[in-house]
C-alpha cells in the first residue's frame, strides 16, 4: 500500500451511516465502501437500505442495511447490537439523516405569523435531535475504545442564513455549534483518539429541494437562479463531490483536525456578491 493510500485508507473500519439512502448520504455510502470501511446504512426504509448495500456488494465492497428510525432509542440500540454482534465494533458514525418541512417554512407570501410551531420543532427534532441521538446510542463504542470518528452534516444555511427555511436553519447552525461541543467533550473525556467534525454542503439537487430549485422542465427557479448567481462555480453540486472532504475527515489524514465544519460549497460560502 503507497504512502497516499495507507494515509487515506478506511481498510477494516466499520461505518455506520444514517440516512444513507438519500441522494447525499447514498454517495458517501459508496465513497466509504470505496475506501475499505465495512458500511452499516440505518434507515427507516429497510428496502432501500439493502437495495444501496446490494449494489455496494455487487461493486466489491461490503455493506448491510439496517432499519431504523433515528428518533427512536430503542431501534437504535437494537441496531447497535446488530452492528457489534456482526463486526464487533464500531469506528465511524456519519450522521446524515436529515429533512424539512413545508409548515416550518416561511414562504414569499407569508410571514414568520404563519410558521407551523409543531412543524418546526419537528424539523428540529429531525435534525439536531436525529444527530444528537444516534451520536449517544453508536457513539457509545468509540468512547469505549477510545478510537473513532463522528461526521455531523451542517449546512450553508448554518453558515450564510437563507431566507424562507427558518426551522432548518436553526436545526443545522446547532449542528455546526453541537460539532465543536462534541469535539471538546470528547478530546478531554476520552482523549484525542476520536474526532468530530461537520461538512456543510453547499447547493445539491436531493429530491428533498429538486421542486424548491428547478422546473419541471428542467430550468431553474427564481431561487435556483439566485443560488447559482450566488455560487462562483457557477453550478450545483455533484454528489460524489463530497467524497473527497469525507474521506480526509475520516481518514488517518485528518488525524488533528476535530471541532470544524467543512463547507464544500463552489465558494458560495465566501462570495458577497460583488
Excluded at 177 to 206: C, Y
Excluded at 258 to 268: K, R
Aim: aromatic fraction near 6%.
Amino acid at each position: 500500500m503507497s504512502y497516499l493510500e495507507s494515509l487515506f485508507s478506511l481498510k477494516s473500519k466499520v461505518a455506520v451511516v444514517t440516512g444513507g439512502t438519500g441522494v447525499l448520504g447514498n454517495a458517501m455510502c459508496k465513497a466509504l465502501a470505496n475506501a475499505g470501511a465495512v458500511v452499516v446504512i440505518i434507515g427507516r426504509r429497510k428496502d432501500a437500505a439493502d437495495q444501496l448495500a446490494s449494489a455496494i456488494h455487487s461493486s466489491g465492497g461490503r455493506a448491510m442495511g439496517i432499519s431504523a428510525d433515528v428518533l427512536s432509542t430503542e431501534q437504535l440500540i437494537t441496531a447497535r447490537e446488530i452492528v457489534l454482534k456482526q463486526f464487533g465494533k464500531i469506528d465511524i458514525l456519519i450522521n446524515a439523516a436529515g429533512g424539512n418541512m413545508p409548515g416550518a417554512v416561511v414562504m414569499p407570501d407569508k410571514t414568520i405569523f404563519d410558521l407551523k410551531i409543531d412543524d418546526f420543532r419537528s424539523v428540529v427534532d429531525l435534525n439536531l435531535t436525529g444527530s444528537l441521538l444516534p451520536t449517544q446510542i453508536f457513539g457509545k463504542p468509540l468512547s469505549e475504545s477510545k478510537q473513532g470518528v463522528i461526521i455531523n452534516i451542517s449546512s450553508m444555511t448554518a453558515i450564510r442564513p437563507l431566507t424562507r427555511v427558518l426551522g432548518y436553519g436553526a436545526a443545522k447552525a446547532a449542528i455546526s455549534n453541537f460539532t465543536q461541543w462534541l469535539a471538546v467533550e470528547m478530546a478531554k473525556k476520552f482523549g484525542e483518539g476520536i474526532r468530530v467534525n461537520a461538512i456543510a454542503p453547499g447547493f445539491f439537487l436531493t429530491e428533498q429541494n429538486r421542486n424548491l430549485l428547478t422546473n419541471a422542465d428542467g430550468s431553474l427557479t427564481e431561487r435556483g437562479q439566485l443560488i447559482i448567481r450566488g455560487t462562483p462555480f457557477g453550478r450545483f453540486g455533484e454528489p460524489d463531490e463530497l467524497s473527497g472532504t469525507l474521506l480526509w475527515l475520516c481518514s488517518d489524514a485528518s488525524k488533528f483536525v476535530s471541532g470544524i465544519v467543512v463547507p464544500v460549497d463552489g465558494a458560495f460560502s465566501a462570495y458577497g456578491g460583488v
